[in-house]
């Protein structure tokens, strides 16, 4: 496994399954970029971390299912599926409890041996029709 496969892998079952937001220095650059589907474009730790604490604190037992990578240079790209149980208000939709997936495709490019921007697209209609049904179910 490469470096790169590794730190990604380190991201999401170590870091994200777990919200260890402790392995963030070790995963990114000070100053990384990030664009999640949850969400606006954030720059660096602090902002990164808030993000981990509204996903995983609207969502138990999250946890992400990697299902690809590929890696091509300086860059990783992925196809996931993310899930979790809704426990806290999201998308404006009170906590089921129920359980909601939704599938992602994350790019990840290195500077050196850290992350110095992540982007990634999620299927968040998706997850907004499981919310709503659940909602009204």
Known sequence: MSHQI???TRFYKEMWD??????I???FHKDFTFR???GPVLVGHEQFAGYVDFVTGALGSYTSDILDL?????KVAGR??????HRQEMFGFAPTGKHVAW???????FEG????????LGDVHGLIEQLKANASG
């Open 6 to 8: 590794a730190v990604v």
């Open 18 to 23: 777990h919200a260890d937001k402790s392995l």
């Open 25 to 27: 220095p070790g995963i």
């Open 36 to 38: 999640g589907s949850l």
């Open 70 to 74: 590929v890696e091509q240079g300086d």
């Open 80 to 85: 996931l599926r993310f899930h979790g149980y």
């Open 103 to 109: 599938a992602g495709a994350p790019f990840f490019t």
């Open 113 to 120: 041996d850290k992350v110095r921007d992540l982007w990634v």
